[in-house]
């Protein structure tokens, strides 16, 4: 799709485009198997190759975010196979965070994913460890590339929805594959095509959740 860069799912690159697309997540669609997006496109997934690697969560609506700096979530998939064709992976899942100040050194929380049987572009997590009791649904609601300003180059968004669990409220992420975090052009659009979603409880939780994630470069390895 040219709108969001949504290329078919098995598509390992996607073209450079302005414009921010996203869907609504599965909770809010009477048949979550046909997502639609705020585009007249069809919504595709990202392929495996593209949504592998190190993402910079630089704006949440999760309030555990709020004492933590330079948090990013790692993917990275378990079947070599996955990653050349595009098709979705089970997914090692590594999240990193910083206390503010950087005091304590950095934390991790493991865990391994798959993905959803029936929703595209979903994945159902449960932690490693310790945390094997806890378990969590999560869904892409958007993804491409765009140039950053001034031609410095392009870089590439995510945008995750993760329904409510036991411990964790109902939240939404705004990712970036570089360590500094979205331009505030791309993130302002983002936050703009989610209040225009038409989910009137998901529009709110933006108005009134969503907030900054502190980046203090360099991070802590």
């Not at 460890?129 to 491409?144: D, F, N, P, Q, T």
């Amino acid at each position: 799709m040219a709108d969001n860069a949504m290329a078919a799912s098995a598509a390992p690159t996607t073209a450079v485009a302005s414009t921010i697309s996203l869907r609504e997540p599965s909770k809010y669609l009477s048949d979550p198997s046909k997502p639609s997006a705020t585009s007249s496109a069809k919504f595709a997934a990202p392929s495996t190759s593209w949504l592998s690697g190190t993402w910079t969560v630089t704006h949440s609506t999760l309030s555990m975010w709020r004492s933590s700096q330079n948090v990013r979530i790692t993917y990275t998939p378990q079947q070599t196979a996955a990653t050349d064709n595009g098709a979705p992976a089970i997914n090692d899942n590594l999240v990193e965070y910083e206390k503010k100040g950087g005091k304590g050194g950095v934390k991790t929380v493991l865990g391994v994913e798959k993905p959803d049987p029936t929703i595209p572009g979903a994945w159902n997590w449960r932690g490693k460890g310790w945390l094997m009791i806890a378990s969590s649904h999560w869904e892409v609601l958007g993804w491409g590339e765009r140039p950053l300003p001034a031609g410095d180059g392009v870089e590439r968004w995510a945008v995750t929805w993760f329904a409510p669990t036991l411990f964790t409220e109902e939240g939404i992420d705004l990712y970036s594959d570089r360590r500094e975090g979205l331009s505030k052009e791309t993130a302002d659009d983002i936050i703009k095509a989610l209040k225009d979603l038409k989910a009137p409880k998901l529009v709110q939780l933006v108005e009134k959740k969503m907030r900054d994630v502190a980046i203090n470069l360099p991070w802590q390895e």
